[in-house]
């Protein structure tokens, strides 16, 4: 069986490779909310039970393969925030925030920089977002460790946190996250509300409260002081705001952690009260997505990780276009135009026609099939500036003709020149396409480091500060292979 200590963890989110931990408990079982629970029948105290069972969970607690997707978890993580480091967008936070820093207590992954625990944790969430690679929960499709990781690996760096009680706050923040999630989706989303800032902050208060020893009432001070400090919108998608919303939700969650631990003191009721945050911020609310089956059943085992990096809602499109061009040989100028029938939330969150800017063509339904026919593939490369303005994606992109279709399902038809017959493909369940086999995928996790290939990594780092020793390939692909399971190999 693997054992983890502190030097452990942070060994593997600075040299990208985490085991996972074997052995496991019975679960924690907590109270179960039973009938309809709707803004006007709220079960009693929610807040205070999920602090209750939060502050009682423990690493044994957690199913081994639970433990595994969590180490997943985090190397998805590292792999995207490293190889987003130097982003201009990235480049602009650090150059913004540096001058008014608190002392240098936590680094800023793949950067010489270190920072203030807070403002390292934000530009880390900011650094994992902003290539929209990170890791998906598959039916709301939001994106949780980009804003719990920072906050484990910042607080595990400024005081002594062993590498168990590491991974459980991690989980235990992911977790919450899904779950608050669960209970105010759809209508969040259709209140314009982007849910990697606007609940973010919940599973990083969780995370920092766990790693600092709260006590159940101040866990409930910090989820109402988390409660209280939503943020990010959708009309943010396309610009570098887009990626601020997860890294100031990160901010946000451990600022309310800290202060609840000094007993800075908020409402015992803030996530169901009348005037309380599901009410709020939606009108939908689900208490029973929260607290049910709390130790029993984990959301966070559910997490997956993306192919391709831009909205998820993009992916089967994508998909359908690379097996086309691939199987035909086909090659832009034989196209005509391209019939695409996909979700009616595929036009909605990704219709951008004419996107001028790399990260505009993360949101365009237009551009992602374009390049994906044009090159063939769809990673950081080919939602750049470059690609955005290459003059034949761009002559493609206009023969592109999205409708809605069902919810399920998408059709993608190319009409060739004069002289080629049309060629077409079908998914019948698109909406879930490559989810739930991506987690046994070690290559997904491995393209994720390959972005760093084409940048100039930081060679002037404060020799000064404390390094950690490179972990060994073979111990990186144990953490994400399906083979290498701790109980099949100890």
Known sequence: MFDLDRRSFLRVATAASFGAASGSTPALAVPQATGANTAAAAPPAVTRMLARYIVSAKYEDLPQGVRKQGARTLLNWVGVAVGASHHEGVNDVVAALAPFSGPPQAAIMGRHERFDI??????????????????????????????????????????????KDCLNALVLGVETVFRMFNAVWPEHNDRGWHGAGSIGQFGAAVAAGKLLGLSEQQMVWALGLAASQPVGFIESFGSMNKSFNPGRAAHNGLTAALLAARNYTSSNQMLEAKYGWANVVSTKQDYRKIIEGLGQRYEAALNTYKPFACGIVLHPAIDAAIQLRNQYQLTAEQIDHIDLRVNPQVLVLTGKKTPYAGLEG???????????VVEGAAGEKQFSERAVRDPVVVALRGKVVPGAQGYKSIALVMDTVPGMEFVSVNYPHARVLYLPAIKERVPVFEGKFRITEDLKVDSAADTSQPRFAPVPTAELTAAASPGSRPEETA
């Open 118 to 163: 807070l403002n390292a944790a934000m530009i880390n969430g900011i650094s994992t977002h902003i290539f929209d690679f990170d890791d998906t929960h598959p039916k709301t499709l939001i994106h949780a460790s980009s804003s719990v990781a920072p906050v484990v690996i910042a607080l595990a760096e400024y005081q002594p946190v062993s590498g």
């Open 362 to 372: 993360k949101f365009s339904i237009y551009h992602a099939v374009a390049v994906a």
